[in-house]
C-alpha cells in the first residue's frame, strides 16, 4: 500500500539555520505529493505541494522537489524563523484514496 | 484557499454522555469529507471517509456505532462521540475534499472527558 516516511524529531534549531526535513514515499502511480504545517493547538495548513516528477513546490521560503527517481520530497528552507516552529506532515495523494501522512516532524526554532 | 470549519473548537462532557462535532465546507461543495483524530504529539489518524448520503466508510479499529458519521449535505458532516469516556479524549479534525480532489482541513476540535 502506499506509505510516506518522514525524518523523526525533533529537530532544533537557530535561527537563520538550514533546514532539510527528508521524505520518502512508496506508492502506485503516480501520487501528488504534499507538506501540511501543523502550528500549536490548530489544524493542518497546506505549505506546498507537487503533482509530478521533478515539480518544485514552494511556500514562505520553504522548497520540495518531487524526485521520482529516489521516490522523495524533501523539504528545506535556507534560513528558518522562529514562527516557523511547528509540527511539518509530508503526505502523497494517489488516485481518490484519503491522504496518506508521515509521522511528522516537530520543528523548533530558536532565537 | 478553501475554507473548512469547525464547532465546537473545544468541548468539554462528562463520561457517558454525547457529543457532537460538526464540520462545514465553507466556500465548495464536497462530495467526500474524512474524519481524523490526533493524539498528542502523533500524527493523524483516518477515522472514517464520508460521502455525501451514503455510509460513513469505517477504517479498522474504529468503532463505527461509537463515532457516528452523518453526511447530510454537501456542506456539512457530523461525528458523533456517543457515550464518551476519558480514552475518548483526543483532538478531532475533519477535512474536506474539494472538486479539484484537494483536501482541506478545518482547525480542529478539542474534546476532553471527565
Known amino acids: 500500500g502506499n506509505s510516506v516516511t518522514q525524518m523523526e524529531g525533533p529537530v532544533t534549531l537557530s535561527e537563520e539555520a538550514f533546514l532539510t526535513i527528508n521524505c520518502t514515499y512508496t506508492?502506485?502511480?503516480?501520487?501528488?505529493l504534499f507538506w501540511y504545517v501543523q502550528y500549536p493547538g490548530e489544524g493542518l495548513q497546506l505549505l506546498l505541494k507537487?503533482?509530478?516528477?521533478?515539480d518544485k513546490g514552494s511556500n514562505k521560503g520553504f522548497e520540495a522537489t518531487y524526485r521520482k527517481e529516489t521516490t522523495s520530497f524533501h523539504l528545506e528552507k535556507g534560513s528558518v524563523q522562529v514562527s516557523d516552529s511547528a509540527v511539518h506532515f509530508c503526505a502523497l495523494l494517489s488516485g481518490n484514496t484519503p491522504l496518506v501522512f508521515g509521522k511528522g516532524t516537530r520543528l523548533s526554532v530558536i532565537a | 484557499g478553501a475554507v473548512v470549519s469547525q464547532h465546537p473548537s473545544w468541548v468539554i462532557c462528562k463520561s457517558g454522555t454525547s457529543v457532537k462535532i460538526e464540520c462545514r465546507s465553507l466556500?465548495?461543495?464536497?462530495?467526500?469529507m474524512f474524519w481524523y483524530r490526533q493524539f498528542p504529539k502523533q500524527s493523524l489518524m483516518l477515522m472514517a471517509t464520508?460521502?455525501?448520503?451514503?455510509?460513513?466508510?469505517?477504517e479498522q479499529g474504529v468503532e463505527k456505532d461509537k463515532f457516528l458519521i452523518n453526511h447530510a449535505s454537501l456542506t456539512l458532516s457530523t461525528l458523533t462521540v456517543t457515550s464518551a469516556h476519558p480514552e475518548d479524549s483526543s483532538f478531532y479534525i475533519c477535512?474536506?475534499?474539494?472538486?479539484?480532489?484537494?483536501?482541506?482541513f478545518g482547525p480542529g476540535t478539542r474534546l476532553t472527558v471527565l
Open positions: 466556500d465548495f461543495q464536497a462530495t467526500t
Open positions: 506508492a502506485t502511480g503516480y501520487p501528488s
Open positions: 464520508s460521502n455525501e448520503g451514503s455510509k460513513a466508510t469505517y
Open positions: 477535512s474536506a475534499r474539494d472538486p479539484s480532489n484537494e483536501q482541506f
Open positions: 507537487a503533482t509530478k516528477a521533478d
